[in-house]
């Protein structure tokens, strides 16, 4: 232990009565047990050599402060607040033990698609694994690349569920990513993808374990956006962030875009009265019958058609009247 608490007001209750020399031993005798984390040693010269007690008086002033503050035992001299202390000391070291490994198993997940990126390598969960293993037959289970032999089917039909899906003779087929409509499986491979399409553009700054990034990906952007996005910050001499900035500004353009549309179409249909929607219905009731008049009869296209005439003049002119 390289620290220990020590209560000031408990410590001089209990040494009150001691000489200087015997309360200086037993301070030098608890950083000891500490340092060491065990019972002090039952040979007393051993001892006295450890606490630097080198005379006669020494040595009796520390036998008085073992006996009145320590138990002798089998395996050395105990203390029980020190004994106390040591085993809290202990507890607390495993608990932040079992929580950093619990946290690293977390971050495990997280982490896989930023080390593949990294690395610059395909990711083992994104290689289809369908190579048929050299000791089976090519019989498969459906989505599960383990081949089996005749002997093994026949005892695990008689325990086989019933609603398992029958055996067949074709290769099982690699179970691929979720794919959505712009781009790759919104997950960690999905971030390293983009990342090495955006570093490919000469985008150096990126961050595949970023939040911002994988919320743009849930939110649907694909690949290319995120690869258009780079060359424009490459451009400008910009980094990771001022892409990402111009992928949500698309982002919310187009779902402004929509929503606007969307709108437009509603209050067209709103604005329009109950006599103008009988009008309108009316003339598309009509056009078919007049599209089959009988020929030689006039269409209702040229009876709304422009004629065209040439233009007159018909400035005033001045008239000479004569007398």
């Known amino acids: 232990m390289n620290h220990y608490p020590h209560h000031v007001g408990d410590f001089n209750s209990a040494t009150r009565h001691l000489t200087f020399v015997e309360r200086a031993l037993y301070r030098e005798l608890l950083d000891l047990y500490y340092d060491t984390?065990?019972?002090?040693?039952?040979?007393?010269?051993?001892?006295?050599?450890?606490?630097?007690?080198?005379?006669?008086?020494?040595?009796?002033?520390?036998?008085?402060?073992?006996?009145?503050?320590?138990?002798?035992?089998?395996?050395?001299?105990?203390?029980?607040?020190?004994?106390?202390?040591?085993?809290?000391?202990?507890?607390?070291?495993?608990?932040?033990?079992?929580?950093?490994?619990?946290?690293?198993?977390?971050?495990?997940?997280?982490?896989a698609g930023a080390r593949a990126f990294d690395s610059g390598s395909t990711p083992a969960s994104a290689v289809p694994q369908n190579t048929p293993q050299s000791d089976g037959t090519p019989v498969q289970r459906p989505f599960n690349a383990r081949s089996t032999n005749q002997n093994q089917n026949q005892n695990q039909n008689q325990n086989q569920d019933t609603h398992q899906p029958p055996l067949t003779d074709q290769p099982a087929q690699p179970q691929q990513p979720d794919v959505g409509p712009d781009g790759p499986a919104r997950d960690?491979?999905?971030?390293?993808?983009?990342?090495?399409?955006?570093?490919?553009?000469?985008?150096?700054?990126?961050?595949?374990?970023?939040?911002?990034?994988?919320?743009?990906?849930?939110?649907?952007?694909?690949?290319?956006?995120?690869?258009?996005?780079?060359?424009?910050?490459?451009?400008?001499?910009?980094?990771?962030?001022?892409?990402?900035?111009?992928v949500k500004g698309q982002l919310g353009d187009a779902a402004a875009l929509a929503g606007s549309a969307a709108l437009s179409a509603g209050a067209?249909?709103?604005?329009?009265?109950?006599?103008?929607?009988?009008?309108?219905?009316?003339?598309?009731?009509?056009v078919p019958s007049i599209a089959r008049r009988a020929p030689g009869q006039q269409s209702a296209a040229d009876r709304f058609r422009t004629i065209e005439a040439p233009a007159r003049d018909i400035t005033p002119t001045a008239v000479e009247v004569l007398p």
């Not at 006996?67 to 070291?93: M, P, T």
């Not at 570093?199 to 970023?210: E, F, I, T, Y």
């Not at 995120?226 to 990771?240: C, E």
């Open 268 to 286: 067209a249909h709103a604005a329009e009265t109950p006599y103008q929607r009988s009008m309108r219905e009316r003339m598309q009731e009509a």
């Open 37 to 111: 984390e065990q019972p002090l040693n039952a040979d007393l010269t051993k001892l006295a050599r450890r606490v630097l007690a080198n005379t006669d008086e020494l040595r009796a002033a520390l036998q008085i402060v073992l006996e009145e503050f320590f138990v002798l035992q089998a395996d050395g001299w105990h203390n029980a607040r020190c004994d106390r202390e040591i085993s809290a000391y202990h507890q607390k070291a495993e608990q932040q033990s079992r929580a950093g490994r619990a946290s690293a198993a977390k971050r495990g997940g997280k982490d």
């Open 188 to 246: 960690g491979l999905a971030a390293a993808a983009v990342c090495m399409a955006m570093r490919a553009k000469g985008l150096a700054s990126v961050n595949p374990a970023s939040p911002e990034l994988q919320a743009l990906i849930d939110r649907g952007a694909g690949v290319d956006v995120f690869v258009q996005a780079a060359m424009v910050a490459v451009q400008k001499h910009k980094g990771f962030a001022y892409a990402l900035g111009i």
